[in-house]
């Protein structure tokens, strides 16, 4: 009999635990995985990235119905309304298409799927559903939740302070949504919302939007959402919350300090951020301990400090992203199989999908500053032949090289589809591209990633279009 019930369990079925599970099974580990939900898939599929992905494209379809935009290219509509329902079903049936895909390949490829909430009971056996299984490496890809803000209470099932999973929800929309925090969740969501109808405002504790980007990108998002209509309270905390029936009041104050004002909201959305999910593991079973922030901390092939446990996706340190996870999940099942495995973590894509989208990945200008002398090159989208054709005026692509090998150390992009452009920065990045590398590679026109090319001839002083 085998020494173990398994070679690999991974604990959790996100884009991490679900992609490293297929891609162990692939290679020929006997794997299964851990989920406690009633589908697969994990926040990313069921109350992430796809739900809200596919509010993004519904409530996009329905501004431009409503706002004009349709009627200027001789579209002739009768009076818009909106179908919440009908939207909401849409987006249903999109998380339902996916999550059962998940399912379809874990049976394709022989991964078993251990359904309830897993727990460790030494570093090698993890309890499920009151059963032990054991395994000789066991992944933990359990994934993340969202921080809560002492004094605001969320309460999904009311409805009136929820969190992303309740913003996702709402069956109604609001008159005046306040949204907690200028982040990534912030602005996607408030931009749903805003689009169907509602007043949004944003309190943002920073000075400005989208911590983590560069400067000139958080810079122009303030502009752009104000010019949208979200009314943006930048530098500004909240310090407690008030609900009375269907209404919440906001206490707020300056960050800095000051003098305390009150805000009335229909609905009010807290998305300050998210933290790894380690409650009911049993991490004490394996004497297995969390950084300051609560992560699990692992070397470059995912092992943590206890043998035979790896970590991989938002619980451990790095960005909170779907494709991080997932190309860890590849990586730690060809660690455990081959020995070998990468993740280049220099190159990982970060996008918000607001309209436009903004997008980077590597390097901000700023870091790149403090690490050397640079060269950056950048050109808008003003004066890219499709963006202006597609009256998408809004961005610009920004490429930073290193001043004097001309590598390219990031790229930056504010334009309608600057989460698509984006991909090619970061191929060229991956194969250790140079500026001109760029600048020399012929680009189809007319396309907006021609600006990325623009923008790469600006490194050196020589755009065409400008
Ligand atoms: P998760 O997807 O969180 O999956 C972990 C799974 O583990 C969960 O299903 C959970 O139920 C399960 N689990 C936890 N503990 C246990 C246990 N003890 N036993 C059994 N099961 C357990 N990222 C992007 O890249 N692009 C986007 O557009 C994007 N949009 C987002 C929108 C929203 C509203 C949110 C909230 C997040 C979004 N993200 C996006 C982030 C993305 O969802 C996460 O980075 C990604 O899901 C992380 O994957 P993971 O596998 O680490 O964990
Ligand atoms: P975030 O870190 O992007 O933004 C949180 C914001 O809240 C920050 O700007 C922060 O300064 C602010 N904040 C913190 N405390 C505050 C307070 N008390 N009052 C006011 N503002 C406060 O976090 P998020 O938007 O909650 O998203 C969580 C994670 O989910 C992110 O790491 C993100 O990577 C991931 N996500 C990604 C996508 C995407 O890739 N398109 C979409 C949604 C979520």
Redesign the pocket.
């Known amino acids: 009999m085998a020494e173990y019930d398994y070679d690999v369990i991974f604990i959790g079925a996100g884009p991490g635990g679900y992609v490293g599970a297929i891609r162990a099974a692939q290679l020929g580990l006997k794997t299964a995985c851990v989920e406690s939900r009633e589908t697969l898939g994990g926040t990313c599929l069921n109350v ?2 796809i739900p ?1 992905k596919a509010l993004l494209h519904g409530s996009e379809k329905f501004a431009e119905a409503a706002n004009g935009t349709l009627a200027r290219y001789g579209v002739k509509l009768g009076k818009v309304e909106l179908d919440l329902a009908a939207l909401q079903a849409d987006k249903a049936d999109a998380v339902k298409g996916l999550t059962g895909g998940i399912e379809f390949l874990f049976k394709k490829n022989k991964v078993d799927w251990l359904k309830g909430h897993g727990t460790f009971k030494d570093a090698h056996t993890v309890t499920v559903a009151g059963k032990d299984y054991t395994a000789k490496e066991v992944v933990i890809a359990t994934g993340s939740s969202v921080t809560p ?1 002492p004094g605001v209470e969320v309460d999904n099932d009311k409805g009136v302070i929820v969190d992303s999973t309740g913003a996702l929800a709402l069956s109604k929309v609001p008159g005046h949504l306040v949204v ?7 602005l ?1 969501m408030g931009s749903v919302w805003r689009r169907l109808g509602a007043k949004v405002t944003v ?4 000075d400005q ?1 989208l ?1 983590g980007m560069d400067g000139d990108i958080r810079k122009e998002a303030a502009k752009i959402f104000k010019k949208q209509g979200m009314d943006l309270k930048l530098g500004t ?2 310090t407690g919350a008030s609900v009375k029936g269907k209404k919440a009041t906001l206490t707020l104050e300056p960050a800095k300090g000051g003098a305390a004002e009150t805000l009335e909201a229909d609905c009010v959305l807290v ?4 933290r790894p999910n380690v409650a009911g593991l049993g991490l004490e079973n394996i004497g297995l301990e969390l950084n300051a922030r609560g992560q699990i901390e692992t070397g470059h092939d995912f092992r943590t400090k206890v043998d035979g446990v790896r970590a991989i996706g938002d619980v451990i340190p790095g ?3 779907a494709h991080k996870a997932e190309d860890e999940g590849i990586a730690v099942a060809e660690y455990i199989a081959t020995g070998t495995g990468i993740v280049n973590h220099d190159v990982i894509p ?4 607001t309209l436009p989208e903004f997008a980077g990945v590597g390097l901000t200008e700023e870091q790149a500053r403090e690490k050397g002398e640079i060269k950056v090159g950048k050109f808008p989208m003003m004066a890219n032949s499709r963006a202006k054709t597609n009256h998408e005026p809004d961005g610009f692509v920004k490429v930073i090289a290193d001043a004097k090998t001309d590598k390219v150390l990031g790229v930056w992009a504010i334009a309608t589809v600057a989460g698509t452009m984006i991909s090619e920065a970061a191929l060229a990045m991956e194969f250790g591209a140079t500026s001109e590398d760029i600048a020399y590679t012929c680009h189809a026109h007319p396309t907006h990633s021609e600006a990325v090319k623009e923008a790469a001839m600006a490194v050196t002083g020589k755009p065409i279009h400008i």
């Open positions: 992430g990235c809200s803000l907690i925090g200028g982040g990534v969740i912030g996607e309190v943002e504790f920073l939007l911590p905390k909240v998305a300050i951020g998210r960005p909170m992203l970060g996008v918000v999908y």
